[in-house]
């Protein structure tokens, strides 16, 4: 059954092939019930390579088995197979991905619902699903990269399907720009490896000799970069709040679901390389992203902008957690993330349909009665991301914190970090439901908001249940290889073991929780019952992100909202100029020296003769001196 494995990204690519073809002949619903049964297919089987590693071996930690398509790339010493991984971490982000992913895709066909591009949009969701296969079972960096590639082109079409709208449009140039800075580090990374080791496998890899401090460090720093890119962390985090300008489905299987946990899986996968200063760097800049996209959400009023932030910060804990070398953890929250962001995202979505097209907090509130399913998954939702107990967010939330506590350089302060993320998380995601469903009426009386079709409200009920269960997957309820953290730990050349008692893990984890009822308490108060006054709680400067967007367009001449002009202009008056200046030096020095090319044989005698006396004269005068 594992050998099935190239039928899971071959049947999205199928679909997308398909619609390529006859699309616009399907039309509307056909095109979107025809991608939708090519990723359900695809989460379908699989399953079945899942229950097919399952009993290939009686250990866990032999569980891993390569299919080999053809040799791609060999030249040389270089070689490089196109082929499949199939191990416990491909495989369960393989789980999450497809069947995700399928729930979107139903959820796709209400939302995108007498749209012009309808197949077309499908086309590319098929598309994106397949490269992000690729890159999740790739046996190598090369083909990774390959599906990296793919997802971040997919992005790029998907953020501006409306590309009508100007903010759409520079809002996928932004994306696919800033991304070529991650891309950048993984090229480097893949160079710098294969020169070290002589190899991009994952498996030969792992098996190699460790390379020098110096090179470890800097190839760990420049996947860092690769992901830092991908996974939106400062100071590459600026293109995910602009990439709300495309469909929510979008939002929620691109940019919350699947594509900007990919930095994640690329440090998790080349985990056996990263040194101990890299990993302090990661969990650093992962705290501080954290930290900093928590406080820019709490001033957000666009439904999606809130989300976006939410995505940055979440994507900061996992990155976190990668530092304190907690890979299970950070593969733990990647996949409560996608049930509950996801959730929230197509949430949303049901709230702007269900508004028509509204997307302003502050003309929304009391949508609870209007929108009862909608309100009830995204109430789901918003517990399960703020923390609150049994909710999925608790277990993966809480483990983040106990491997920050236990980092052995700055722990204390990385756990402080984390716990102010978590309250504020708290405060900002509670705000958020209430100025939604609750309070009082701000839309206007010819708005009449009313509750999805069941393609969408389906699609929030499954979600909503893996948000309220989905924690199980890590704890000691079925047997103990099934458990996540068992089942991955094989792959992980230094796996992570709390060494923290049960006594500090249990006041850890009601520290956490205190932290996320206060949060939920104070936005209560604030929003709800207006007992606190609520000017104060949306600074200017959190509500424009602390201007960093603006300062790149300014310093930089960057790509924010207002376009490409500051770019264009850089381009033509510093780089096309210092350009044209050097040829047009070149050509002043061919001017110079044209008369001594003459072409006489007699002008290039007397020059040889000329040269040698100098010569001559030279080497007489060093002998004198």
């Known amino acids: ?70 040799d791609w790339l060999p030249a040389g010493s270089l070689k490089v197979e196109a082929g499949f991984l199939v191990d416990p971490l491909s495989i369960t982000m393989a789980l999450f991905v497809t069947g995700v992913g399928a729930l979107i895709h139903l959820y796709s066909i209400g939302y995108m619902h007498g749209d012009p591009k309808y197949s077309k949009f499908f086309l590319y969701l098929n598309l994106f699903l397949f490269s992000m296969l690729m890159l999740v079972f790739g046996n190598n960096l090369v083909v990774t990269f390959l599906g990296w ?13 409306w590309h009508q709208k100007e903010s759409a449009a520079t809002a996928g140039k932004k994306a696919f720009v800033t991304n070529r800075v991650g891309d950048w580090g993984f090229m480097i990374a893949t160079f710098a490896i294969w020169s070290a080791l002589g190899t991009v496998t994952y498996t030969e890899i792992a098996n190699s000799p460790a390379m020098s401090a ?17 996974s939106a962390q400062l100071p590459l985090y600026v293109w995910l709040p602009d990439a709300m300008e495309g469909p929510t489905p979008v939002s929620a299987m691109v940019h919350a679901a699947t594509m900007v946990t990919s930095g994640v ?22 705290a501080a992203t954290a930290l900093f996209a928590a406080l820019c959400a709490v001033a957000q009023h666009d439904i999606k902008k809130v989300l976006a932030y939410s995505t940055i910060s979440q994507l900061g804990y996992m990155f976190l957690a990668i530092g304190s070398g ?20 197509l949430g949303s979505g049901s709230v702007i349909h269900g508004m028509h097209d509204e997307q302003d907090m502050r003309k929304m509130g009391a949508l609870r009665a209007a929108m009862p399913i909608t309100a009830a998954t995204f109430i789901v939702g918003w517990l399960a991301i703020a923390g609150v107990p049994p909710f999925s967010g608790f277990w993966s ?18 756990w402080a970090v984390g716990l102010i993320t978590a309250f504020l998380t708290a405060y900002y995601m509670s705000r958020q439901v209430i100025l939604v469903f609750f309070g009082e009426q701000r839309w206007e009386e010819d708005v009449n908001p009313h509750e999805s079709t069941w393609t969408m409200t389906t699609p929030l009920c499954v979600l909503a249940g893996a948000a309220i269960v989905g924690g199980a997957i890590n704890l000691p309820l079925v047997k103990d290889w099934l458990i996540l953290e068992h089942f991955l730990e094989p792959i992980f050349h230094h796996p992570h073991h709390f060494s923290s008692g049960t006594t500090t893990k249990i006041v850890l984890a009601i520290v956490s929780v205190a932290a996320g009822l206060v949060g939920i308490s104070i936005a209560t108060l604030s929003w709800l019952m207006r007992r606190i006054p609520t000017e104060s709680l949306e600074p200017e400067l959190l509500e424009n992100a602390m201007y960093v967007d ?33 040829g047009r030096l070149v050509m002043k020095l061919g001017q110079l020296i044209q008369p001594t090319q003459s072409g006489y044989m007699r002008n290039y005698a007397v020059g040889v003769a000329v040269g040698a006396l100098a010569i001559v004269v030279v080497l007489a005068w060093g002998l004198l001196l």
């Open 1 to 70: 059954m594992v050998e099935l494995v190239w039928l899971v990204p071959t049947l999205p690519l199928l679909g997308f092939c398909l619609l390529l073809v006859a699309g616009r002949v399907f039309g509307e619903p056909r095109a979107g019930w025809i991608a939708t049964a090519a990723a359900a297919t695809s989460f379908v089987v699989t399953l079945v390579v899942f229950v097919g590693l399952l009993g290939k071996d009686g250990h866990a930690g032999e569980r891993s088995y390569e299919f080999i398509l053809f």
């Open 550 to 582: 603006a300062t790149y367009a300014r310093v930089v001449g960057g790509v924010g909202t207002t376009g490409f002009q500051k770019t264009a202009d850089f381009d033509a008056e510093i780089v096309d100029g210092t350009i044209n200046g050097v």
């Open 149 to 161: 590639e793919g997802v971040g082109a997919c992005s790029y079409f998907l953020i501006s399907f």
């Open 214 to 230: 110096a090179t470890g460090t800097a190839v760990s720093l420049l996947l860092f970069v690769a992901a830092a890119g991908k």
């Open 265 to 286: 899986y690329l440090l998790v996968r080349m985990n056996n390389v990263l040194t101990e200063d890299a990993l302090l760097i990661i969990a650093v800049i992962g």
């Open 397 to 414: 939330k809480d483990e983040i914190l106990l491997a920050a506590w236990e980092q052995k350089n700055i722990g204390p302060l990385l």
């Open 326 to 345: 907690a890979y299970v953890a950070a593969i733990f929250h990647v996949i409560t993330h996608a049930f509950f962001k996801a959730l929230l995202f």
